[in-house]
């Protein structure tokens, strides 16, 4: 039992909280331009989703709110990576699809910010603020979009 517990923590360590590389530089970002869905002004507060509460809840909107706060500094990339782990903790969240939509937006991937909103606004239900944003998100792609 003991070796156990000592073989998942040293995975957790290993995979759950893994960093970049202090050799590798970070990626730099081309497009500075920060999408209105979270404006600098916006408290950044997130719904909850209708369902019942687990262990994870709490993990998972503090890396929404990580997420949110890389992609307010430009950090795109950073945001994603972020987001992304969120993802893995809870698919059902639709603040995650939000964030990783608009730095998609942000990084000019149009029809991969389209996709992660169509995921996300039929799990946003209910949720106005969210359904809101998710609309428009929505109308910048369709205003900037060339594809």
Not at 1 to 21: N, V
Not at 49 to 78: C, M, N, T, W
Not at 84 to 107: Q, T
């Amino acid at each position: 039992m003991k070796y156990t517990l000592l073989l998942l923590a040293l995975l957790l360590q290993l995979f759950g909280c893994a960093s970049r590389d202090p050799y590798y530089p970070a990626p730099q970002e081309s497009d500075t331009r920060q999408p209105s869905v979270f404006p600098p002004e916006s408290p950044g507060k997130i719904e909850p989703a209708q369902r019942q509460p687990s262990a994870s809840d709490s993990a998972v909107k503090e890396l929404i709110e990580q997420a949110i706060a890389f992609h307010r500094e430009g950090s795109y990339q950073r945001s994603v990576a972020v987001a992304e782990r969120a993802m893995r903790l809870d698919r059902h969240e639709p603040s995650i699809y939000l964030v990783l939509a608009a730095n998609y937006v942000a990084l000019q991937d149009y029809s991969q910010a389209e996709r992660l909103i169509s995921q996300g606004l039929p799990l946003a239900e209910g949720q106005q603020q969210t359904e809101s944003r998710f609309r428009l998100l929505l109308e910048e792609i369709r205003k900037t979009s060339h594809y």
